[in-house]
């Protein structure tokens, strides 16, 4: 019989977003975002894994300072003083395609002079970016990192629990286990999980057990093995 779980783990309010999880490995991001404007730098970076909350904290901040939102991709040197021209500066995905360096490096002079704040976000280390502007690399690798680690078994748990919840599928403490044990490390796959099981289940009119469960699993996880 399916049981009413606990949720042990923190929360952040993420400003009309839905909570923020909060656990061992993001609560250094967690804490970047929420030291603003007392930030040791103009510009900070955040960085982890996709799927594992970069944007979502990134919003948060976005909102809390009233920045301007880019992509990294799209940024151009005449666009910078207009996307400057407010209280600060999110450039999402840095280093996940190319960017215009000469851009990205007026965006930094020009946070500095007008005492404007820049967070980023990126999946890889600057120094495994391949930017070609030694100034730029530097400038970069002075920031501030707060990094996004793999999610451990109690946030894991934490997010597949709260999907469950969301979608009204009441799941039990074996089950729970079971997919955190088996599972990729990762907060995408949890939601990606979660979805396929409540659409499969919906599809074929059943109830989901650890069997069910561990089938839909199984189909996700395997295209990737191969």
């Known amino acids: 019989m ?21 656990a061992q490995s993001n609560e250094a991001a967690v804490a970047l975002v929420d030291q603003w404007p007392r930030w040791p730098s103009y510009a900070a970076i955040i960085e982890g894994p996709p ?21 990294a991709a ?6 910078v003083p ?15 395609d190319r960017v215009d360096e000469t851009a990205l490096f007026h965006v930094l002079n020009l946070a500095l002079q007008t005492g404007k704040h820049v967070l980023f976000t990126t999946v890889r280390p600057v120094a495994r970016m391949g930017l070609a502007l030694p100034d730029l690399v530097s ?30 599928i009441a799941i039990d403490e074996p089950l729970l286990n079971y997919l955190v044990a088996r599972m990729p490390r990762s907060l995408g796959m949890a939601r990606e999980l979660i979805a396929a099981i409540d659409a499969a289940a919906f599809a074929e009119k059943a109830e989901v057990t650890r069997s069910f469960a561990g089938k839909v699993l199984a189909r996700l996880v395997e295209p990737e093995l191969g």
């Open 2 to 22: 399916a049981v009413q779980l606990t949720l042990d783990l923190g929360h952040r309010a993420a400003l009309g977003r839905e909570d923020f999880l909060v």
């Open 51 to 71: 799927g594992s909350g970069k944007s979502h904290l990134a919003t948060v901040w976005q909102r809390a300072s009233e920045a301007v939102l880019t992509e």
């Open 74 to 79: 799209s940024l151009s040197v005449d666009a």
């Open 82 to 96: 207009a996307l400057l021209d407010g209280q600060g500066l999110v450039v999402e995905n840095l280093g996940e």
């Open 139 to 168: 400038r970069l690798m002075a920031l501030p990192v707060a990094r996004i680690l793999p999610p451990d078994d109690a946030l894991l748990r934490g997010v597949l629990l709260k999907h469950f919840s969301e979608r009204q």
